[in-house]
């Protein structure tokens, strides 16, 4: 067994196979016909002639809406060229949901509905997200395992190569090391902010907010490190600052629903539940961690006074936590 087990490994390190799916590169890519969520057919090979781009994605998973993100940016900067892009949902999958994600997040590409998970089985997909991309020639081209930090630079370059604008030297150049550094802020402040992290699921809270404020001086954008400090503050009792922190995430990406939680969880305790009410009720739509959501919800309904609602809201709480088997602490806030 030890013996196959290693003869397997030594194959796979070897092998042109990729990490997101199982097709060799360079083969060609199986034909596939999928209804969108509109009810429009989508083939495959009615796009020869055009790259195409496919993300599988799960509604519930935030590196896949990471990468359906990365995907809607790449695609205003390369406007005008002849690209089709898919967003490719297994058929188990929460379609409106979708729809909602989809909205929330201004991602107009379809999506398409792998109802028998046909697809799944003849790319043999590994991991979600997956990204795809395929020549005008319906080729595959490269494939791209869940969202690296890498992501955005690696789908764009490899778009560029499939259309012929640069080739494999440019594709090098694009995303080697050198240019990593112009973006060394971002993986400074990344490296800092999974520090803090490990501080708090460890308990070390005060080590934990030391080193989110790292992050943030080192790239004061960073939405997940404004959101993370903010929990850190409530859990600490810091409820003023904390509220500037959530408005600063608020303000960064509007569209945050953790940051909008944090957000209404610090209004609730400075005792202002209507406007924690106006703010947690949207963020419970397409959040896919909407437990803690409800959690402040049902504060915000017990300082206002309204029990039956306050009620009704923990209990959503309750579902959601033993539906995700995650426990409403600062951790489950901030992953």
């Known amino acids: 067994m030890r013996l196959f087990i290693l003869f397997f490994t030594i194959v796979m390190l070897f092998s042109s196979v990729s990490n997101a799916i199982s097709i060799p590169l360079g083969e060609a ?15 495959l090979s009615e796009h020869k002639g055009s790259v195409v781009v496919l993300i599988y994605w799960r509604t519930d998973h935030k590196r896949s809406l990471l990468a359906l993100k990365d995907g809607r940016d790449v695609m205003k900067s390369l406007k005008k060229k002849d690209i089709k892009i898919f967003s490719i949902l297994g058929g188990s999958d929460d379609k409106d949901k979708a729809r909602a994600v989809m909205k929330d997040n ?37 494939d791209i395992p869940s969202h690296p930090l890498t992501y955005k630079k690696l789908l764009q370059g490899h778009i560029k190569k499939a259309l012929g604008e640069i080739d494999e030297a440019g594709l090098k150049e694009m995303i080697s090391s050198k240019r990593e550094k112009k973006d060394k802020p971002t993986l400074e402040a990344e490296r800092l902010y999974n520090l803090a992290m490990k501080f708090t699921k460890s308990g ?13 001086k080192v790239k004061s954008d960073m939405t997940a490190s404004h959101i993370l400090l903010g929990f850190l503050l409530l859990d600490a009792g810091e409820t003023d600052e904390a509220l500037s922190t959530f408005n600063k995430a608020v303000e960064l990406d509007p569209k945050s629903k953790e940051a909008q939680t ?21 963020a419970t739509k397409a959040n ?33 936590i033993i539906h995700k088997a995650v426990l409403p602490s600062t951790v489950a806030r901030c992953q």
């Open 29 to 43: 890519s199986p034909d596939f016909s999928l209804r969108s969520l509109d009810g429009e057919s989508v083939t």
């Open 106 to 142: 201004d991602i107009d590409f379809p999506v398409l509905v792998d109802t028998d998970r046909t697809m799944y089985s003849d790319y043999g997909i590994r991991v979600y997200p997956t990204t795809i991309i395929i020549n005008k020639e319906t080729v595959l081209d490269k």
């Open 204 to 216: 070390l809270q005060d080590m934990a907010v030391n080193t989110v404020r790292k992050s943030i």
């Open 262 to 282: 944090g957000l209404g969880g610090a209004l609730v305790l400075k005792g202002d539940a209507e406007k924690a009410i106006e703010i947690l009720v949207p």
């Open 288 to 320: 896919p961690y909407s437990q803690m959501t409800y959690y402040e919800l049902g504060k915000a309904y017990e300082l206002k006074g309204d029990k039956d609602k306050s009620i009704q809201m923990f209990k959503k709480a309750i579902e959601k």
